[in-house]
């Protein structure tokens, strides 16, 4: 019988490869032969999977966002039934931070994404697509916090969404070794109590 490849697999270990790249040499080593020697694998293999740098780079974005979301998920477990807003908040908000090896890889992958769609349409719109449903997604949580009362209703839903979202430009601040990750986090405590103590 033939062998079966796990192409879902090869994709994923790529798109690993890319991450690793990103993350030790910066984007501008971002080639696909540096990424198929990273891969453990020659050019012509790698291309069997991706036919250019920016589907290569689409598709490892497309990871980076899918790891963000499953370990929200993990931690939301761990929160128990029916989680107070506040602390879904704070665990979303941290988790795009890059406070450990997991969510560094993918926040160095985001930083690198956003530099291509900077100059390429196809990869802009995908990009722009990701930030409006990751934005409507913290909009929702912020809006039934107000519903329910954790948040006065005095506050506007669109206005806070992006003032949350604003916090995740500690990244920089935090890989350039301005800050430590601990102020950042205490930033983000800060303002969600000042968010949810005006009740």
């Known amino acids: ?6 192409h879902r697999g090869r994709r994923e270990a790529i798109a690993r490869a890319l991450w690793r790249v990103v993350e030790q040499r910066g984007v501008t080593q971002l080639t696909m032969r540096v ?11 790698l291309q069997h999977y991706f036919a250019s740098r920016t589907a290569m780079l689409s598709f490892a974005m497309d990871l980076a966002s899918e790891q963000t979301s499953m370990r ?26 890059p406070l450990h090896a997991d969510a560094r890889a993918t926040s160095r992958m985001s930083a690198a994404y956003v530099l291509e ?11 722009r697509r990701g930030l409006v449903q990751g934005r409507a997604l913290v909009e ?20 806070e969404t992006n003032l949350l979202l604003a916090l995740t430009g500690f990244t920089s601040l935090i890989e350039l070794d301005v800050i430590e990750p601990q102020d950042a986090l ?7 109590d000042r968010l949810f103590s005006s009740t």
């Open 186 to 192: 205490a930033a983000i405590d800060v303002h969600l």
């Open 1 to 6: 019988m033939p062998k079966q490849v796990d």
């Open 117 to 127: 769609a900077l100059h390429d349409e196809a990869v802009h719109e995908q990009a």
């Open 140 to 159: 929702q949580l912020v809006r039934q916090a107000i519903a329910d009362g954790h948040i006065d209703s005095s506050h506007d839903p669109a206005t």
């Open 35 to 45: 990424v198929a020697q990273e891969a453990g694998m020659s050019l012509g293999q």
């Open 72 to 97: 929200v998920h993990q931690g939301l477990d761990k929160l128990g039934d029916r989680p107070h807003p506040r602390d879904v908040l704070r665990l979303t908000l941290a988790e795009m931070l």
